[in-house]
Structure formats: structure tokens, C-alpha cells
């Protein structure tokens, strides 16, 4: 069970994330965040440093939680089906709709040009962990040497394509952006598995 300090700490990081999704990093304000979380704005340094450092904690608690998203309900599945199955909830209708609740890197990547050099570290270290776990989905399906930047590349077409997606305002053109950034990933996903595929059976020959 969380402490009444962990609580208030997981208040403010949900606040967080939800403004910094809505509104971008330069848009919100501590004093935002604390009011949108129903707490005072002195509290705030009892849990956190500085903006920056709530920024770079609710882009991680924002990871954990879409990765449990994405993935739940995949664990039985071998690892290509898993990993289609991830992209595709990924370049979803639902998530293009959950702006306010889904993945925390199309929303602010627009606003990383202005932000401080600070926040923008933060995001681009966001940016490797999604890359980074997409890794161990990746498992049979790449040798390991490969698996990071095929992880990049589905990484960048889920990314770019539901910010794509969202900067669209007819549904069928959004429909056509998600529907076609998905069947590129699973492409992307076949050729690589065959590809380990094939390596694997010339070695075992």
C-alpha cells in the first residue's frame, strides 16, 4: 500500500501528464499542475526539485504506464504477433483519440525546439526508452545485433504517424495515416523475422 506521500507523489505526476500532453512543456506552469492535482503549490518542492525535474519523472511515469497499456494481455503471444500487436494498439483510433492520456512523445515534440536544453533532454532520453523497449518484444524476431534499430524504426513510424495522424482534421485521412503506418510496421516486422529466419537455418546447415 502507498504511503500518503507516495499518493500525493502520484497525483502530481498524473497532473503533469495530462497538462504537459495537452498543453506542452513551455505551457505549463507549476502552479498548473499543482491545481489541476488539488494541492497547494507549497508542496510542491516537498516531492520534486524543479519543473524540469517533475517534467523528466512524469515522462517516466507516463512510459510505464503506456507500456502496460500497450502490452497487456500480449505476454502468451510469440514475438511477432506481440510486437504487431503493440504497434497496432499504438496507431490506434482509441489512441489517437486519448490525447490526454496516451503516449507523452507526439504531443511534446513539437514544443522541443522552444524548450530548454534541460527539457529537452529529458524528452530525447523519453525518445531511447521507447526504443529501448520495444527491444525485448523485438526477440526471435531479429538477431540482437539488428534489434535496436529496427526498434527505432517502428518507434519513429508509430510516433511520427499518430502525430501525423492527429495534425489531420478529416477521419478518413487519419484512418488512412494509422492504417498504413501499421501495415509498413508489420512489414517491417515480417521481413526481419524471415530475414533471422533464414540466417538461422544457414548457420544451423
Do not use: W
Not at 507523452?104 to 523497449?133: H, I, T, Y
Not at 534499430?149 to 494509422?178: F, Y
Request: some cysteine.
Amino acid at each position: 500500500m502507498r504511503s500518503k506521500k507516495q499518493r500525493t507523489r502520484l497525483r502530481i505526476l498524473q497532473a503533469a501528464a495530462g497538462l504537459f500532453r495537452q498543453r506542452g512543456y513551455n505551457n505549463t506552469s507549476v502552479d498548473d499542475v499543482m491545481a489541476k492535482a488539488g494541492l497547494t503549490v507549497g508542496g510542491f518542492y516537498a516531492h520534486f526539485k524543479s519543473k524540469q525535474d517533475l517534467f523528466a519523472h512524469a515522462l517516466e511515469h507516463a512510459a510505464r504506464e503506456g507500456r502496460s497499456a500497450l502490452e497487456e494481455g500480449t505476454e502468451g503471444l510469440h514475438a511477432a504477433d506481440r510486437l504487431k500487436a503493440y504497434v497496432a494498439r499504438y496507431l490506434s483510433r482509441e489512441h489517437l483519440a486519448a490525447v490526454d492520456r496516451g503516449c507523452l512523445l507526439p504531443p511534446l515534440l513539437g514544443d522541443a525546439s522552444r524548450a530548454s536544453n534541460d527539457a529537452r533532454d529529458s524528452l530525447e532520453k523519453a525518445a531511447r526508452r521507447r526504443f529501448r523497449n520495444l527491444i525485448p518484444l523485438l526477440g526471435t524476431v531479429a538477431p540482437a545485433k539488428e534489434r535496436e534499430k529496427l526498434g527505432i524504426a517502428l518507434a519513429g513510424l508509430c510516433v511520427g504517424g499518430l502525430s501525423l495522424a492527429r495534425g489531420m482534421q478529416t477521419p478518413d485521412l487519419q484512418d488512412e495515416i494509422l492504417s498504413s503506418c501499421r501495415e509498413t510496421g508489420f512489414g517491417l516486422i515480417d521481413r526481419a523475422e524471415r530475414a533471422h529466419a533464414t540466417a538461422n537455418q544457414g548457420a544451423c546447415s
